[in-house]
DNA sequence: GATGAATGAGGGTTCATTCAT
DNA sequence: AATGAATGAACCCTCATTCAT
């Protein structure tokens, strides 16, 4: 029994500090960018050393890939959304919003860094675009068509509206990453404008 | 007056030069990014020796700065726009789209290589949102504030909404560098639909 | 008793995977080099963990020694030669170089690994000539002199020939290791013409 | 004129270092083992910087092919030998003794170092046996043949014949290298009684 | 101004060895 | 005695930058 516990103690430990090793490196990399960020700066943020590192990834660029897998798990639109079509559509934008902001406050910094590789390293742009980008198409677009089949939102091409409600979602992302502070501190305002002018337009009177 | 001749005519081949080194770093940093882009391959490409680059540029971070700035040029919400009051806002907003469109197709990958530094140069940030995401935001308000005004489209934030278009315009883009195809493909239906949501929200009936 | 008995178990089996680990880096170190083979191959191929080799062995260099000693024991030039002055002396040489046929055979791959060390690593070579060219040496020499000494030979040199002798059967391995298949295939012809030119001479007529 | 002079002074510059690299690392190689070398060892023993290494060489590896390739060019059995058909076969075969006495008095080292590798390295091997080793045994094999057919040397079979002499002369080399202090200091007698081993035999009377 | 050989700091990665369990 | 995670020095190699020509 008490090697049990010890081993599973040990076992803990080990999956912690791949955990840790992620976490530090996805800080740097969101802080100084993946290609200034060397295995020892990695290293010593989390305090193991270099050599520690490659016993839990194979590689450099496998820590980035890493990163893109804890995004990607944690990333995807809520499957919650799937059961919600009996709030009122408004209520269902708000949400999606609210969670995207969650979700960006907790996993910023990461999504930050591996966005700018993403930009210039096609294999990781390959596993984001299907990963993430295409199932939250496809989650939105679904959603769409049925509130469009029980007439509460009007007669809309179902898969180009997902796309610009998800351009929307990704543009406030990197409005915000290159400098706007006033997404962040303004963000309730931003998405009950955008909720307005999504469902009742611009058009006076 | 010889000399006058001679002056001007070696300027334009240095001009003509270190157009010519900037526009292959370019296109490499757009094709591999930037930090796999060696200062041997934009001299190959270029055609000129190392060496050379550093008589018209004084680092390869000079060379992004360049860019940035090509871009900044170019890149910037039309001016023409600001006299335009005459059409009517949905024909604004197809124009703005519409030149967008030709923007990106100009200088998509050149963005695409600059925004993946910007993303974790914190300079090259600071220049890109001073440079290019304020006065757009600032056109952009203004506009619209003058359209609120004019009584063309009712009464809403106008900072608020410059930043919706503007994370709009943003967001699409990312999606296509992404991966989507549809995007490219359908840009004249997304701008259509874009604009009808925009102007008359989503609401049924 | 039973301690003694336990104890004596106990030894075999620490001597046997001692061996084990042994012949797993003989084997390693002949198929890809003493510096391409790293401590985790040799612990995978002789189904231990890493730290245990140091159990058994102060360093990967003791191992290279251990093989060293291996061969240095079933190396020798038998000693039943020695008490085999009845053969003729024609019979002497083809026993000698069957025995060495034979001895490479087995033994071959590990002479090869510890051979490309021995050119490289002076204590390696000072224990090799030592421990198997001085004492060969001395044994042939020994030998040559006695069959003088009853005129089975004619009188010549027993300190050159026996290194002449010593030479021909080094140069016979290395050829064949650095890929003449035909040595290891026509041995018995080589070997028949080689006795053949050593005691009657090419001169013609 | 003056541009040529020194532009031809460069190269020879040039020309001069990469043969300056080639022989420290050999040295080197020889000294301690390619392995145990390292290229910051090299560069000191050079006078030029790790980095300048690779302008001429690819990788380590190459300064090895390097040196293959040095030693094939100048290591082939002098050509002259083809044409020395007028000298006695005993004056032949003290030439040839002579001829390799000299050439590893000069390469002595590199062939080491290179041999060492050889061992353990099949592409290393490969280039060796096919760019020394059959040439080598070839040339013998032809000569070999004609003296037989001239009635120099009794009828012998000249493949196997070649290979006993190559073997001979490998021997020679590693058993020297190995340690034996004789062989060099005796050369002149080993030559002697090997030639006359060779022609008239080891058998009495 | 143009060249490209030379530089050397610094990169990612490996691996023999140690030691807590 | 056995384990294997942790270590960190050392490796080979790259590349932005310099400077003599």
Redesign the interface.
Known sequence: METTIQASRRERRIAARKSTILYAAGRL??E?????TTTKDIAEAADVSEGTIYNYFISKDDLLFGIMTELTESGKLGEQLQSSYLEG?REFLLTILQQRYEFLQKNGDML??V???????PEL??R??EEL?IPS?ELLEHHLRERIER????L??P???A??L???????F??Q????S??RS?WE??AQ??T??????????
Do not use: C, W
């Open positions: 990399f969101a100084k960018g993946y290609h200034r559509p930050q860094a966005l700018s590789e993403i930009l210039v390293n742009r390959r984001y675009y980008i198409q007439g509460q939102i009007r809309i091409d898969s180009i509206a796309r610009i998800l351009a929307m979602l990704s543009g406030l990197i409005l990453v290159v400098g706007d006033v997404i303004e305002t931003i404008l955008l307005d002018i999504l469902f009742e337009g611009v058009a006076p009177g």
